[in-house]
């Protein structure tokens, strides 16, 4: 063949095959985040891990002084526990801000934009140390909250941009859970720790800490949004813009609306993600009810001070790291069960994340609360309630990270939404289910209020069981779980 035929062949190549050769040049392009070296995705998540804790000790530290607060502010808690809406407005601006904050860092990237939040969360950090009254206080606490609950859930996103399968997946989601959790659970032993100095100064070792973060953030944190790279390299490499123009690019504005309506639509439709939220929305709750309640029960029994109390509270992520060790061989039972399904072969049967998450809710959570309220006398060493807070600390780890990975299994393609829906849920119980810890604590007394709880635990147990015994039946007829399915 000659030269000019060769050059005619190639002019008049097909669309579909200039197309193919477009998509297989960046999918085998290194800068394609799915084929980053190991060690690269993990230091970029390690580091959004580390960010999740120390945000999460921004929602909760200021618990353990709040009452030293209130007086300064001549704020008083006896007909209403005032002091603790520092942290509520806080949750619940974080329980919000995700629904629009996500989808516009899927859409425009996650670089600048994480980048910018963190930023902006250290400015609102900045007033709540130098805060001259509690108005102003709750106000800063509230945009704070919102940059907050954005930052708290991008490794969740960033970890769906870096592996590509659902096994590659199950460490990066279980470690998102746990420093979920284990932030806003650390949170009251800072305040215990500083809080003797000023309570100012608890924020100013977290501005301190934040502002040591920034120049490794910069060094590590990279894009990892595949259309935004993609975008960007095609302007540089013709090889790549046939791939670059066929991702698709819906406007901001539908964006916006199926993320604040997906999310609530499936919350109050789906079963399966309603009563599963009540769970591990109930179990976030707990973390910041224990805030409010090992205050109350060490001062009362052992004349424990707020600080003492607030290092007690260690108690409780001493079981979450042992619950999130737990998680790992549950992990593998999940992979393994891909072998037994007779419904879509090779593919890991969701209720296979379940099953450790029954017992420990029987267990851990109901029977820690219960070993909790019933050893709270002052008669009885404080070592040993501390050790109930440490039982509900394995379970509130196990339950939030199996509920979170079986909706996010089931739910496939709108996992994302499912999920948020659950996190509005968490966000929500754990700023204001603690608003009548004081009362119920006193009114019920310490072993009956824990108790009431424990039977709270126990009949939320029921939702797992029905799913580990139902499970199958369960998705089969729910046409959105249907839907959700990937061909």
């Not at 509230?142 to 609950?149: R, S």
């Not at 960033?158 to 420093?179: G, I």
């Not at 029954?358 to 002052?378: C, E, K, Q, R």
């Not at 810890?437 to 009949?459: C, E, P």
Request: net charge neutral; hydrophobic share 50%; aromatic share 12%.
């Amino acid at each position: 063949m000659s030269e000019n035929a060769l050059t005619s062949s190639s002019r008049h190549a097909s669309p579909e095959s200039s197309l193919e050769a477009s998509q297989e040049a960046w999918n085998k392009h290194p800068e394609n985040p799915f084929n980053w070296s190991e060690r690269k995705k993990w230091s970029m998540s390690l580091v959004i891990a580390f960010v999740i804790v120390l945000v999460g000790l921004n929602a909760t530290s200021v618990a353990t002084p709040s009452l030293i607060i209130a007086k300064q502010f001549h704020v008083t808690d006896t007909a209403f526990p005032h002091s603790y809406w520092p942290v509520t407005v806080w949750t619940t601006s974080a329980a919000i801000a995700p629904m629009v904050g996500l989808p516009l860092l899927e859409n425009f990237g996650v670089r600048t934009g994480y980048m910018l939040l963190y930023l902006l969360f250290i400015v609102m950090v900045i007033p709540q140390a130098l805060a001259q009254n509690f108005a102003t206080l709750l106000v800063v606490r509230t945009i704070a909250g919102a940059f907050g609950g954005v930052l708290q859930n991008v490794l969740e996103l960033t970890a769906a941009d870096m592996w590509a399968t659902d096994k590659a997946r199950n460490l990066p989601v279980t470690l998102y859970t746990f420093v979920f959790v284990a932030g806003v659970t650390l949170g009251p032993a800072l305040g215990a720790i500083v809080s003797n100095m000023s309570w100012r100064w608890v924020f100013y070792v977290q501005l301190i800490i934040y502002g040591a973060m920034v120049p490794v953030i910069l060094i590590v944190v990279k894009e990892t949004r595949g259309h935004v790279v993609l975008s960007k390299l095609a302007k540089k490499d013709q090889s790549l813009a046939k791939a670059a123009n066929e991702m698709p690019h819906p406007p901001i504005s539908a964006l916006l609306y199926e993320a604040l309506t997906r999310p609530a639509y499936l919350l109050f439709t789906e079963p399966v993600v309603f009563f599963l939220t009540l769970w591990a929305a109930f179990c976030y709750g707990l973390v910041f009810i224990m805030t409010q309640s090992v205050a109350q029960v060490d001062s009362t029994n052992y004349q424990f001070s707020d600080a003492a109390g607030g290092l007690v509270q260690i108690s409780l992520f001493v079981g979450e790291v042992v619950g999130f060790l737990a998680c790992l061989p549950q992990n593998s039972y999940y992979q393994r069960s891909a072998a037994r399904n007779s419904e879509e072969p090779g593919v890991p049967i969701p209720e296979a994340r379940l099953p450790l998450s029954i017992p420990t809710s029987l267990i851990g959570l109901a029977g820690g609360l219960f070993w909790y309220g019933w050893a709270s006398y002052p008669y009885v060493h404080w070592i040993v309630p501390t050790i109930g807070l440490a039982l509900v600390g394995f379970a509130v780890m196990v339950i939030t990270q199996a509920v979170a990975l079986y909706i996010t299994d089931a739910y496939t393609k709108y996992a994302g939404s499912a999920i948020a829906g659950v996190s509005l849920g968490e966000n929500l119980f754990g700023g204001w289910l603690p608003l009548a810890t004081k009362s119920m604590y006193t009114n019920l007394g310490f072993q009956w209020a824990s108790s009431l709880l424990g039977f709270a635990a126990l009949a939320l147990t029921v939702a797992p069981i029905v799913l580990v015994w139902k499970g199958r039946t369960v998705r089969r007829k729910s046409t959105f779980i249907s839907e959700a399915k990937y061909n």
